[in-house]
């Protein structure tokens, strides 16, 4: 990708709907830090959606072994 590319999309993204615009600069902020060496901080939504998870596993919510081998074999099956 050249320099002009990079502009021409920076441009198209200005006509984006916003909610595309907010995942393109948190991609884009997430590339910058892995490049800069720097350890990934989850957002606020992230640690909601992670204390979630665990309260729901906590509470026994959760695949069975059986339901787990059926998913493998309906994504595998593509």
């Given at each position: ?23 393109l600069?948190?991609?884009a902020?997430?590339?910058e ?46």
């Amino acid at each position: 990708m050249t320099n002009a590319d990079l502009k021409d999309l920076l441009e198209r993204v200005q006509a984006w709907p916003e909610e595309a615009q907010d995942e393109l600069v948190a991609v884009a902020n997430q590339i910058e830090s892995e490049l800069q060496g720097n350890q990934y901080v989850a957002s606020r939504e992230e640690l909601q959606i992670i204390d979630a998870a665990i309260a729901s596993i906590d509470g026994g919510d959760f695949a069975t072994d059986a339901e787990v081998r059926a998913a493998f074999v309906k994504f595998h099956s593509g």
